[in-house]
């Protein structure tokens, strides 16, 4: 029995994947978290929040140079109270790959928006991953 995969992704330059993110603000009032972000090969994104007023993320990735990626990805923003949408954000980075190809890091902007498309609030900060690898059992 052979167990085969896209571990190509981890050997390559490349942000596919699954990750451990972990996200700092720099703007004060926003607490940071670590959270689970799977990347396809072909460039997809799905995030988690940091808070289950916002919906996960989904969006892209690209290379844009040697081990620099730029990342785009949107979600959903809802009162708690309620469960009903009151927004939506959307988050961009630029990351570097580390060379050696396990974690990646660097700036990000997230905007907030109203219902209506009105930018609430823009907040930055620094994110760093590190890439996740299958654990054999003993």
């Known amino acids: 029995w052979t167990v085969t995969g896209h571990a190509d992704a981890a050997s390559s330059q ?9 996200i ?3 703007t004060p009032g926003f607490e ?6 799977l990347n396809t090969t072909d460039g997809g994104v799905i995030a988690a929040a940091c808070t289950l007023a916002e919906s996960p993320g989904y969006g892209q990735w690209v290379r844009t140079g040697n081990r620099t990626f730029e990342i785009t990805f949107v979600g959903q923003e809802f009162d708690l109270g309620t469960g009903a949408m009151n927004g939506t954000y959307k988050v961009r980075a630029r990351v570097g790959l580390h060379e050696n190809l396990q974690q990646f890091s660097g700036p990000f902007v997230a905007d907030i ?3 209506d ?3 609430v609030i823009s907040v930055s900060g620094l994110v760093t991953a590190d890439r996740m690898s ?4 003993p």
């Open 117 to 119: 498309g009105s930018l």
């Open 14 to 22: 490349s942000l596919g994947g699954a990750w451990n993110v972990t």
């Open 113 to 115: 928006f109203a219902l």
């Open 134 to 137: 299958v654990e054999s059992l």
């Open 32 to 37: 940071g978290c670590t959270a689970p972000s």
């Open 24 to 26: 700092d603000f720099d």
